[in-house]
């Protein structure tokens, strides 16, 4: 960081340490103690997916990486935003061999190139009637919790209002600020309606 940019109140951004997704599986533990909350086996990487050849074999590259060990297949979705997510699951959901291969992904793309590209990985939790997303930003090297309202109820043209459960991701970041990395500034818990896995 430059004197310039430290005189106009620039920051360096934090390094990406995808060694943070590792603490998933004790942020687990403290979800399901606390407040019965069990991993679905499901979750995702999004991230914005350059034109061309070179990430088509990227793309292929991550999908036999995963598919090697005879694990799930990995499924590409891409959002009404146009990110694409490379979604992961596991039957019977397990934890810490979702959050390996979340890791390979987001490592894969890293190593090749295209971690300017990442977003976000999240990993979905339930309780049998709500679903949430731990989502860890790429850029930040933090997590936020997004939790959709439950029965939000219907608007007049029949389509379901899209409303935050504000009062459990408030809940689920002062239960995890000791397993997790939490992202402190809450104007960066984006919402990621309809991403895979909630």
């Not at 060990?69 to 810490?96: M, N, Q």
């Not at 390996?100 to 309780?127: I, K």
């Not at 408030?170 to 919402?191: G, H, M, N």
Request: proline letters at 7%.
């Amino acid at each position: 960081m430059g004197l310039l940019d430290s005189i106009l109140g620039r920051s360096k951004p934090a390094k990406p340490d995808l060694d943070q997704l590792f603490g998933l599986p004790s942020a687990a533990i403290t979800l399901e103690a606390s407040l019965g909350y069990t991993t679905t086996g499901a979750g995702s990487v999004a991230f914005r997916a350059p034109e061309g050849r070179a990430f088509a074999d990227v793309q292929a590259e991550v999908q036999a990486l995963l598919d090697a060990d005879g694990g799930p297949k990995v499924e590409v979705e891409v959002d009404s935003f146009g990110y694409t997510w490379l979604v992961c699951r596991t039957d019977p959901p397990d934890l810490s061999a979702l959050v390996t291969d979340l890791h390979a992904v987001n490592s894969t793309l890293q190593d090749s190139g295209f971690g300017p590209t990442l977003l976000c990985s999240l990993a979905a939790f339930t309780d049998g009637t709500r679903t949430f997303g731990l989502v860890y930003l790429f850029k930040r090297g933090t997590f936020y919790p997004f939790a959709p309202a439950v029965g939000s109820g219907t608007t007049i043209d029949g389509s379901t209002p899209q409303r935050r459960d504000n009062v459990l991701e408030i809940q689920l970041r002062d239960l995890l600020k000791d397993d997790l990395r939490v992202e402190p500034e809450t104007s960066r818990w984006f919402a990621v309606w309809g991403a895979p896995g909630l």
